[in-house]
């Protein structure tokens, strides 16, 4: 275990559906992370918060929807998604994002399918 | 715009051969470049790291080599075991979000 820990594992919703994706980590981290994995591709940052507030966001399409609560917990709110879409979703958390730790721990991902 | 570019995409080695895995960098101002090992089911998680001001690191069986006029490093891993099999990415952070190679599918036969 790394200590990050997602739920649910794996998903499968229809284009016009409106799920969530949670992340939760008790590591002390300040910064988390959304990341989508696609075969064959790099590692997509989607986001990033650090101490709740989001630092970046990489034009990802408004059908995506993050969430940080506080700086243990962290959504991605989804609705009306296309099959494109279908991956794995990884969150990930540091201790700082502009830090010399750098470190990511992820979770082990929820994989989505997009129908 | 890739700023990590990661080779080979796939790789395949015997039992007890060595892996070699490259990755270069754009943006100079990257101070720290980790390789992650992803098992299938898995999400990534931290293999061995390096910093700039040495140019080799070893843990045990793993190896990161380091040039930095070349703006590249590399992960070898010697005596390779089918447990090996994995994917590799590297990544490069510091003062900056890590940004990640596209992977390295590594496959290591008995």
């Known amino acids: 275990e790394t200590g990050v820990t997602q739920t649910p594992r794996h998903l499968v919703m229809g284009m016009t559906n409106k799920k969530s994706l949670k992340c939760e980590q008790h590591l002390g981290h300040n910064a988390m992370y959304w990341y989508k994995q696609s075969a064959k591709k790099p590692l997509e940052l989607m986001f990033v918060?650090?101490?709740?507030?989001?630092?970046e966001n990489n034009s990802v399409p408004s059908r995506f929807s993050p969430e940080c609560p506080n700086s243990s917990h962290l959504f991605l709110h989804l609705h009306t998604l296309q099959p494109e879409d279908s991956a794995l979703y990884l969150c990930?958390?540091?201790?700082?994002?502009?830090?010399?730790?750098?470190?990511?721990?992820f979770g082990q991902g929820t994989r989505l399918t997009v129908v | 715009q890739q700023q990590v570019k990661q080779s080979p995409q796939s790789l395949i080695v015997q039992k007890g051969g060595i892996s070699i895995i490259n990755c270069a960098y754009e943006n100079t101002a990257f101070d720290y470049f980790p390789w992650y090992q992803q098992f299938p089911g898995k999400g990534p998680a931290l293999l061995i790291a390096i910093r700039p001001d040495v140019s080799e690191k070893k843990e045990g069986r793993f190896t990161i080599s380091f040039n930095k006029s070349a703006k590249q490093f590399s992960l070898h891993i010697m005596d390779s075991q089918p447990g090996d099999s994995a994917t590799y990415f590297c990544a490069a952070g510091g003062s900056y979000i890590p940004t990640f190679g596209r992977g390295t599918s590594l496959i290591v036969h008995p």
């Open positions: 918060y650090s101490l709740e507030e989001r630092v």
């Open positions: 990930a958390s540091s201790q700082d994002p502009h830090g010399l730790n750098t470190e990511a721990f």
